[in-house]
C-alpha cells in the first residue's frame, strides 16, 4: 500500500469520525442540551436525530421521566407539641434542563437541593399542624401545601415536584406506648362507667317492674274486694228476702250450716250442757219420737 492510499484512508477515517461525532440521537425518555466549552448553545426536548458541531460542542442528558425522591425517616414536632416519626417520598421531574443545567449542573445535585427545601417545607408544615389533622383526611391537604411552597424554590433548580406523600406517619415507640397505656385506661374507665349505667338502669327497672307488680296486685284486691262486698250484699238480700219467705225453714238451714262448722272434723269435740241452745233441734227431735 503506497503512502497516498494510506492518506486517503486517514482521511476517510477522520471524515467518518467528524460525520459520526456530529450526529446524536435523543429517545424519549431524556432531553439534552447542546454545550459548547461548558456554555450552554441549545436544549432538545425532542425525540429524535440531532447534529451539533464536531470536535467543539457536547451533549449534556436528563432524565425527562418523573423521578422518585426517599427522604430519610426522621422525627418532627406537631403544631400541639406532640413527636413524632415521617417517613415520606416525592416525585419530580426537570421541567426546565436548562435552568438545571445553570444552576446544579447534573441530577443528582438536583435531587440533593430538593431534598434538603423538602425537608425543611414538610418540617414547617407539619411543625404548624395538629397531631388528630395528621392522622385523618386533612393529611392530603398538608401533602398538597408541602408540595406547593417546595415548588417555589424547585423552579430555580428547573424542576417541578408533582407529589409529595407521607408513607408513614407515627408516635416513637416510648411515645406509642404512652398512649397505649392511657387509652388502655380510658377504655377501662368508660368500661366502668357503663358498668355502673348499666346497674343503675337495672336498679330503676327492677323497682319500676316492682312497684308495678304491687300496683297491679293492690287493684286486684281492691278489685276483688269490692266483688265480695257485691257478693255479701247480694247474698245478705237473697239470705233477708228468703227469711221473710220462711223464717222457720230460715232457722233451721242456718242452724245446720253451725253444725257442719262446728261438727265437720273427725278430732272435733264439744263440751255443752245439754240443755245448751245449740242442740234444740236434736232435742225436740228426741220428744217428737
Known sequence: MTSKQIGSLVVLGLLLYTGFSSIF????????????????????????LHFKRPWVEQVI?????????????REIRTGDKKQIVVDDF??????????TYVSVRNEQ?????LQEALISEVRQVIAEAPLPVLMSEGRSGLMTRIRDR???????????????????????????????????????REATEKRAEGQKRAIEIRAGAERRVAEIG????????????????????????????????????RTMQAYRKALGKDDTQLVLSPDSEFFKLFVNSGEKN
Not at 28 to 36: D, L, S, T
Not at 150 to 165: H, I, K, P, S, Y
Open 25 to 48: 440521537i435523543v429517545t424519549e425518555r431524556e432531553q439534552a442540551i447542546v454545550v459548547q466549552f461548558g456554555e450552554p448553545k441549545d436544549t432538545v426536548s425532542e425525540p429524535g
Open 61 to 73: 442528558r436528563l432524565e425527562k421521566r418523573i423521578l422518585s425522591l426517599d427522604l430519610p425517616e
Open 90 to 99: 416525592a416525585r419530580f421531574r426537570i421541567k426546565d434542563p436548562l435552568k
Open 109 to 113: 445535585i438536583a435531587a440533593s437541593r
Open 150 to 188: 417546595t415548588n417555589q424554590t424547585a423552579e430555580t433548580f428547573g424542576l417541578e415536584v408533582v407529589d409529595v406523600r407521607f408513607k408513614r406517619v407515627d408516635l416513637p415507640q416510648a411515645n406509642s406506648q404512652a398512649v397505649f397505656d392511657r387509652m388502655r385506661t380510658e377504655r377501662q
Open 218 to 253: 293492690a287493684e286486684a284486691e281492691l278489685a276483688s274486694q269490692k266483688i265480695r262486698g257485691e257478693a255479701d250484699g247480694k247474698a245478705t238480700k237473697i239470705f233477708a228476702e228468703a227469711f221473710g219467705k220462711d223464717e222457720e225453714f230460715f232457722e233451721f238451714y
